[in-house]
């Protein structure tokens, strides 16, 4: 990957679409990306049926649900679920600008990793735009704790997640996993990991109205023997915790900017990652606003705070 692509914003070079079902609606489902100016960050374009759109911003202010999933915008009236796999894809793979168009409530599961939106956006290209990227940079540790669960940022001189579950469930048990990110070791170590559910859920969620277009073809499946139903296996060993990451790193995307920092949880989830973030943001002595700047001697680019107060209302 290019050191440009670290110091310059950047968007698609071109239009491309996937479709698919929602794992939760079991409906159909297309989206498309297509490029976008620069400080246009991500902006989904909800498109009803009869051709109406509503634009809802990837913003932590935009969250209206975290059960099972994160919701943007109102989950009683116009909204698009479970994001977070795709604004992983879209973060982590370096694109900063993208205008998203989506024509049902539900961003489509695919196989139930960030893997497939990853390599749509490869076949589109990603362009280098001439404006710089901003980041969050962590000054302090700011810590949120529910019950046995906790979730934490702390200073760190680069990104890097550190992720932890503990499940009664053998087969999952207590599993680690830290990461330093990059878009190369998103792609190689992150992305393609699958969400998982337990087969003894299964007819709870659907009474619920969960799960509907769950299958073994987007999800890991855990029967009542303690055992991945899948027939292929996993992908990695511990794939459960690498899919936590994943969602994670989408949950954490709603900041509008990557962070240079750690951000830590053990037991987390969709609701705890949503309010880490929150309590971050409400706390303007933990963090600044950088971005890159390149000496004209040519020496490697230095992050440099600029105005937070004129940053702030499209970070949150």
């Known amino acids: 990957m290019r050191t440009e692509l670290y110091d310059f914003q950047t968007t698609l070079k071109s239009r491309v679409s996937l479709s698919g079902v929602g794992v939760h609606s079991g409906q159909p489902v297309s989206v498309h990306f297509s490029p976008a100016d620069p400080d246009t960050g991500i902006v989904f374009t909800r498109v009803d049926t009869d051709g109406n759109t509503v634009e809802i911003r990837a913003l932590s202010s935009e969250v209206g649900s975290t059960d099972l999933c994160t919701v943007l915008g109102d989950p009683a009236g116009t909204y698009v679920a479970t994001v977070e796999h795709l604004l992983a894809a879209v973060t982590f793979a370096s694109i900063d600008n993208v205008l998203i168009e989506i024509d049902a409530n539900e961003v489509p599961i695919l196989d139930g990793s960030a893997g497939p939106f990853v390599e749509a956006f490869d076949q589109a290209g990603i362009e280098v735009q001439a404006v710089p990227r901003r980041y969050i940079r962590i000054l302090k540790n700011v810590r949120i704790e529910s019950g046995a669960s906790w979730a934490e940022f702390r200073p760190h001189d680069g990104t890097r997640f550190e992720v932890e579950i503990d499940f009664e469930a053998p087969v ?122 390149r000496p004209s001697s040519g020496r490697r680019a230095e992050m440099v705070a600029v105005n937070a107060p004129a940053f702030a209302p499209w970070v949150l």
Not at 193 to 201: C, E, H, N, Q
């Open 172 to 293: 999952i048990g207590r599993q680690f996993f830290a990461l330093d990110v990059t878009p190369a070791s998103f792609r190689a170590e992150v992305a393609r990991a699958r969400t998982f559910g337990f087969m003894r859920d299964v007819e709870k969620l659907w009474a619920a109205g969960y799960a509907l277009g769950s299958s073994l073809e987007n999800s890991v499946v855990i029967g009542e023997d303690n055992t991945v139903v899948n027939m292929e296996g996993l992908r990695y060993p511990d794939e459960f915790v690498r899919h936590k990451m994943l969602d994670a790193m989408g949950d954490l995307s709603l900041a509008g900017a990557r962070f240079i920092g750690c951000f830590r949880s053990y037991r987390g989830g969709h609701k705890l990652n949503a309010n880490a973030l929150r309590r971050l943001m409400t706390d303007p002595t933990a963090y600044e606003v950088v971005e890159a700047r």
